[in-house]
């Protein structure tokens, strides 16, 4: 038996009409698909299979937490995800992926829905993923801030330059515009 058989949906078999089928997904399905986005977790997922006489319709409800690295700290953070997807279904000569439609070959008959819950998952991740305010690792976020530093502002310790191995001069030299309008960027986040 392989380790994504248990999501293998038998569509030959289904009467018309619909079927529920539910998941959970855990750090053990995280693990067999291997794909670096999510590793660890525990997923819901409630399918609803609906059959007309030519098609199907497969509705995902996807709701649970994954661990994903936060962006800032790079620490593991709890991320909620949510999603509510659909996936149309309809036979053919040889499995592909259309526009709208996933064929499947009649003569086999089933799909396995292992990828998709797992695509579903990912795309439901925000593009920026940190922890909440104050929730950082302390150690990470004070070096990410000693390194974003663009001057050193004169009410700050000097000594932990001069422990750096740089010299503190009191000569300010001039800073190209260019690094000017590229801090910019860092004052939107």
Known sequence: MGKFDKYEIDLKGMQVGSVKHSFVLDNT????IDMPDVQK??????LSVKR????FELSFHTEGIVIIPCDRCLDDMEQPVVSDDVV????G???KEEDEWVVVPEEKGTLNIAWFM???IALAIPMKHTHASGQCNKEMTG????YLRTSVDEGEDDDLAVEEGFEMNNVE?????????????LDNN
């Open 41 to 46: 977790g525990k997923v819901n997922v409630s």
């Open 118 to 120: 797992y695509e579903f």
């Open 29 to 32: 399905y995280f693990a067999d």
């Open 88 to 91: 149309r279904v309809k036979f």
């Open 52 to 55: 007309t006489s030519h098609a």
């Open 173 to 185: 030299k001039p800073i190209d515009p260019r690094w000017n309008e590229l801090k910019k960027f």
């Open 93 to 95: 000569p040889e499995y």
């Open 143 to 146: 070096r990410l801030h000693k």
